[in-house]
T-cell receptor, first 115, second 114 residues
Framework: DAGVIQSPRHEVTEMGQEVTLRCKPI?????LFWYRQTMMRGLELLIY????????DSGMPEDRFSAKMPNASFSTLKIQPSEPRDSAVYFC?????????????FGAGTRLSVL | AQKITQTQPGMFVQEKEAVTLDCTYD???????LFWYKQPSSGEMIFLIY??????QNATEGRYSLNFQKARKSANLVISASQLGDSAMYFC???????????FGKGTRLHILP
């Protein structure tokens, strides 16, 4: 079975450019989570969706960040404009809420470098 | 207050020895789940094991077991017969039943020595 699929795996961009990260959750999962991981701040939850609806975006750092989930099999996290402090690894995770504790399965992550 | 505490930032263990990674948690919700994830140097987050607060027995998955002590609010991960490939960062996490989110600890970096 395919796990959570993220693309691209690596992204290098210049400050001010728009960055779009993509995620395909595990088929049948009804929750999708976006995380950011840095050495300084550890793993931070940015936003999560349930049945394609954003439930909690309190972790989104600022208006430059936006996330969408147009359907059950696709989500994007967009940063516009990007800044060097956005450099991090961004993870997408999905879960089947409520069952077996809602175990989250993570994608391989996107390593973003903003120069 | 931190909800998940991992007091060991780093550990060095000889290959083939058993390893215990400590985790304590704090919640007033009677229903919750506890998780352990492994993050090797390649970066991916790998789910290892889950324990529900009402589970009567400690969870086990191959060489991994979760030493669940509810009264102490402790959920230590035990790795038996450690291998070089176990070298990684390990995260303890909790999900309260009233919330959809998982709260992660800061992690313990485990080094297995040959």
């Amino acid at each position: 079975d395919a796990g959570v699929i993220q693309s691209p795996r690596h992204e290098v961009t210049e400050m001010g450019q728009e960055v779009t990260l993509r995620c395909k959750p595990i088929s049948g999962h009804d929750y999708l989570f976006w995380y950011r991981q840095t050495m300084m701040r550890g793993l931070e939850l940015l936003i999560y969706f349930n049945n394609n609806v954003p439930i909690d975006d309190s972790g989104m750092p600022e208006d430059r960040f936006s996330a969408k989930m147009p359907n059950a099999s696709f989500s994007t996290l967009k940063i516009q404009p990007s800044e060097p402090r956005d450099s991090a690894v961004y993870f997408c995770a999905s879960s089947l809420g409520g069952l077996a504790g809602g175990i989250q399965y993570f994608g391989a992550g996107t390593r973003l470098s903003v120069l | 207050a931190q909800k998940i505490t991992q007091t060991q930032p780093g550990m060095f263990v000889q290959e083939k020895e058993a390893v215990t990674l400590d985790c304590t948690y704090d919640t007033s919700d009677p229903s919750y789940g506890l998780f352990w994830y492994k993050q090797p140097s390649s970066g991916e987050m790998i789910f290892l094991i889950y324990q529900g607060s009402y589970d009567q027995q400690n969870a086990t998955e191959g060489r991994y077991s979760l030493n669940f002590q509810k009264a102490r609010k402790s959920a230590n991960l035990v790795i038996s017969a450690s291998q070089l490939g176990d070298s990684a960062m390990y995260f303890c996490a909790m999900r309260e039943n009233r919330d959809d989110k998982i709260i992660f600890g800061k992690g313990t970096r485990l080094h297995i020595l040959p």
